[in-house]
């Protein structure tokens, strides 16, 4: 169990350019979560996956956020369009269902946006 | 909807107690805590069924009342490395969970 793991850890970007994050679980949870966390608040809910299938995804989410998980292992979250108010700590994290698993962290990918 | 954690912020003398507060206005399937230090990710603490159970492992401790949607973490005899800010998470059943805004601990020697 090498935990997850969340590439790049830092990642700086002109306003309008496009981002991808990977995330790599733990292997066997079939579970993975993206949150993002700003300084000073909670982690924020983003999107769920289980096994490759998208279950649910934030209503305050913009359509410049989209998320994958091919085959159900790794999974990317690309933004398009970046914007300043994006700039933010994406978390991922992953668990096994059912949904009073733990979540195990990975240690996020900090966003700038100049 | 959010949680409400209180307090937002607690100073702790090493070996003095706390109680870090955690309320819903919605009826919870679970509550879960979690801990984060600086630059950190958060770490799982404990999860709590509804039902009213009280877990613990060594001296951190939590209790869930269903009929109040409110769940309080208690750290008892607190150490250096009891520093950090504490999550509820809470789950409505949906599998989704929604954390709190935070309770910054600080244990000073």
């Known amino acids: 169990d090498t935990g997850v793991s969340q590439d790049p850890r830092h990642k700086i970007t002109k306003r309008g350019q496009n981002v991808t994050f990977r995330c790599d679980p733990i292997s066997e949870h079939n579970r993975l979560y993206w949150y993002r966390q700003t300084l000073g608040q909670g982690p924020e809910f983003l999107t769920y996956f289980q096994n490759e299938a998208q279950l649910e995804k934030s209503r305050l989410l913009s359509d410049r956020f989209s998320a994958e998980r091919p085959k159900g292992s790794f999974s990317t979250l690309e933004i398009q369009r970046t914007e300043q108010g994006d700039s933010a700590m994406y978390l991922c994290?992953?668990?096994?269902?059912?949904?009073?698993?733990?979540?195990?962290f990975g240690n996020g990918t900090r966003l700038t946006v100049t | 909807q959010q949680p409400v954690q209180s307090p937002q912020a607690v100073i702790l003398r090493e070996g003095e107690d706390a109680v870090i507060n955690c309320s819903s206005s919605?009826?919870?399937?679970?509550v879960h805590w979690y801990r984060q230090k600086h630059g950190e990710a958060p770490v799982f603490l404990m999860i709590?069924?509804?039902?009213?159970e009280q877990k613990g492992h060594d001296k951190i401790s939590a209790s869930f009342n269903e009929k109040k949607q409110q769940s309080s973490l208690y750290l008892t005899a607190s150490q250096l490395s009891y520093s950090g800010t504490y999550f509820c998470?809470?789950?409505?059943?949906?599998?989704?969970?929604?954390f709190g805004k935070g309770t910054m601990l600080l244990v000073s020697p």
């Open positions: 998470g809470t789950e409505l059943g949906y599998s989704t969970l929604t």
């Open positions: 994290a992953s668990s096994l269902a059912p949904g009073d698993s733990p979540l195990h």
């Open positions: 919605k009826a919870l399937y679970s």
């Open positions: 709590l069924l509804k039902g009213g």
